[in-house]
């Protein structure tokens, strides 16, 4: 199995995950994944997350012109800038999961960092997470809101929209976008209970431990 017939194969498969496991609904959500020669896999508008075909994905090359399947979803300009931004990444995962959503959308969320720090693997997998403005679906100012932390976030979350978070291949991307959504619903469930954060030693244990990516 080729490698490029593999990535296909593994795009469609954890996004069925994704999409039973009702971390994105509908329509909504994508996932692009970069190959070898540095063009791109990306999931095509309008798709369901539950029922992709390998063979329709689109494929872009590293140029951005559509080399083949079907059109590409059009949050296209919010994936490359990662790409673009940020060279060691390898996948970009967009959902639309309600907790975090939820998150985005209350007053007393931090937008530098939008995830209290309630586990280590919150911190571990997403370093600091800020939270972008209001976009209609599919503006180009998200690519650019992106662009403008010039790298130092793998992962944002668009306020009333939902988290992209970039990877070093397909699987990372989804597990740490797995665990904003987790993270955000542990926020939610706890608020107002005053809940035990890990301190602010346990954070810096954390980031020099696991090399986090800490923008400060």
């Known amino acids: 199995?080729?490698?490029?017939?593999?990535?296909?194969?593994?795009?469609?498969?954890?996004?069925k995950s994704l999409f039973d496991r009702?971390?994105?609904?509908?329509?909504s959500g994508n996932i692009s994944a970069r190959l070898e020669d540095g063009s791109l896999l990306v999931t095509p508008t309008g798709s369901s997350l539950g029922r992709l075909d390998p063979a329709r994905l689109s494929h872009f090359s590293k140029e951005g012109r559509?080399?083949?399947?079907?059109?590409?979803?059009?949050?296209?300009?919010?994936?490359?800038?990662?790409?673009?931004?940020?060279?060691?990444t390898g996948a970009v995962v967009h959902l639309h999961s309600c907790h975090s959503v939820a998150l985005s959308m209350l007053p007393d969320t931090d937008p530098d960092n939008v995830l209290p720090p309630?586990?280590?693997?919150?911190?571990?997998?997403?370093?600091?997470?800020?939270?972008?403005?209001?976009?209609?679906?599919?503006d180009p100012a998200m690519g650019e809101a992106v662009r403008g932390l010039a790298g130092k976030r793998s992962a944002v979350l668009l306020a009333n929209h939902g988290p992209v978070v970039a990877g070093k291949d397909v699987e990372a991307a989804v597990y740490a976008v797995e665990e904003l959504e987790e993270t955000a619903k542990l926020a939610l469930l706890t608020r107002g209970l005053s809940p035990r954060l890990l301190t602010e030693d346990h954070v810096e244990q954390l980031v020099k431990t696991f090399n986090v990516e800490w923008d400060a």
């Open 1 to 15: 199995m080729s490698p490029e017939i593999r990535l296909r194969e593994d795009i469609c498969l954890l996004a």
């Open 118 to 138: 309630l586990t280590p693997y919150g911190i571990m997998k997403l370093g600091k997470v800020k939270l972008l403005p209001v976009f209609l679906p599919g």
């Open 22 to 27: 009702g971390l994105t609904g509908g329509s």
């Open 66 to 88: 559509l080399l083949s399947g079907d059109p590409p979803t059009k949050e296209m300009p919010l994936h490359t800038a990662f790409y673009d931004t940020r060279t060691q």
